[in-house]
């Protein structure tokens, strides 16, 4: 999640938004969501603890070791970004860049493209299983500078890409061995990107949830992106298509395109086709030194969607909290969100512990 998957992402949120806002705003209402029961509704409300791409603030994200560990440290949902290959595989990537995570350039200097990045989709899953996956850099010529300094090593141990049906194999597996029942939280990345490069992300990903039995509002899943287009399309079109119906969630930017959203009408219009939304943390307590909430979860839950705010990180607290404990404690204590994007699913499973 992060969200910015780069220029052609920017382009489809705000057309997404702007024509979903003036096009579709009558299309539909909120009781033309798929209802789920009370007791699902209930675990929705529960606290929640969503592994930002794993316990990825000990080991390189995406990777199956930070999926197990975060399973470990007593995660209630794992998160899984998702991108397609060129043979049309689903691999789990933050973004569709393979360039700040791996040795891509290293291993196929020669396959960037004319912007000089270097993207998934354009290599097989044969040729991304020969990449050795890092902690998130940034590169400057053959240095390579850790994004987050105090976490795993830059070019240490062994990662690789796996894949989303892989990493969905691994957490069933888990569920079974452990008799726990933790959830997968993916999320479709860049749809019009895919749909221009000639791929539908979204049908192939659907596609893999029924095939290992997320069908229903029931099921531990929640699907999440960041376009209003392809969530309208996949609850108006691909949902009623494929037979399954299973939890949509809204993330919502701070950039500009996102203000209409954020308004009464614009949230009401969500929850038309969404079962809750992932803002960023500065949607609900604005930035600075002091707390200043918004009531952006009042209005949601008032209108039955579920608040997941992103991201908790211990390393980079903003400026209103003194330390994690203290920023988990305004967000679930005073401003009551229902789970939150970490980076740490040990620390905020203690504090909800400690804090029933």
């Known amino acids: 999640m992060n969200h910015g998957a780069g220029h052609v992402?920017?382009?489809?949120?705000?057309?997404?938004?702007?024509?979903?806002l003036f096009l579709c705003g009558c299309a539909a209402t909120v009781n033309d969501r798929v209802p789920v029961d009370k007791d699902r509704v209930a675990s929705w409300n529960s606290k929640l603890v969503?592994?930002?791409?794993?316990?990825?603030?000990?080991l390189p994200e995406h990777t199956i070791a930070a999926k197990?560990?975060?399973?470990?440290?007593g995660a209630d949902y794992i998160e899984q970004d998702l991108v397609m290959t060129k043979d049309d595989e689903v691999v789990v990537l933050h973004d569709h860049y393979l360039d700040t995570v791996t040795?891509?350039?290293?291993?196929?200097?020669?396959?960037?493209?004319?912007?000089?990045?270097?993207?998934?989709?354009?290599f097989t899953l044969t040729e991304i299983r020969q990449l050795a996956v890092y902690e998130r850099f940034a590169k400057d010529g053959s240095t390579k500078t850790p994004v987050y300094k105090g976490r795993f090593p830059v070019e240490k141990s062994t990662f690789r890409v796996n894949t989303f049906a892989e990493e969905i194999e691994l957490i069933q597996g888990l569920n079974k061995s452990t008799g726990r029942t933790v959830g997968i939280y993916p999320e479709i990345k860049s749809p019009a990107f895919h749909r221009a490069e000639g791929k539908d992300i979204s049908a192939k990903v659907l596609q893999i949830l029924k095939d290992y039995g997320y069908k229903t509002k029931q099921d531990l899943v929640f699907l999440q992106c960041f376009d209003p287009y392809e969530l309208q399309r996949i609850h108006q079109q691909l949902f009623p298509e494929m037979g399954m119906a299973v939890p949509l969630v809204q993330l919502l930017g701070t950039d500009p395109q996102f203000e209409s959203a954020l308004t009464d009408e614009g949230l009401s219009q969500v929850?038309?086709?969404?079962?809750?939304?992932?803002?960023?943390?500065?949607?609900?307590?604005k930035p600075g030194s002091s707390v200043v909430a918004t009531d952006l979860v009042d209005r949601a839950h008032e209108l039955d969607l579920v608040v997941h705010p992103y991201t908790f990180r211990r390393d980079q607290l903003p400026g209103f909290a003194d330390d994690y404990q203290q920023l988990l404690r305004?967000?679930?204590?005073?401003?009551g969100v229902?789970?939150?994007?970490?980076?740490f699913p040990d620390l905020t499973k203690e504090f909800i512990v400690s804090n029933p």
């Open 9 to 20: 992402m920017m382009i489809t949120k705000t057309s997404a938004f702007l024509a979903f």
């Open 50 to 58: 969503i592994a930002h791409r794993g316990a990825s603030g000990y």
């Open 68 to 73: 197990a560990m975060a399973y470990a440290q």
């Open 103 to 122: 040795n891509v350039s290293d291993v196929f200097p020669s396959r960037a493209r004319q912007d000089g990045r270097f993207y998934a989709i354009d």
């Open 271 to 285: 929850a038309a086709y969404a079962d809750g939304i992932g803002p960023s943390l500065y949607l609900v307590v």
């Open 330 to 335: 305004i967000f679930f204590e005073d401003v």
């Open 338 to 343: 229902d789970g939150v994007f970490t980076d």
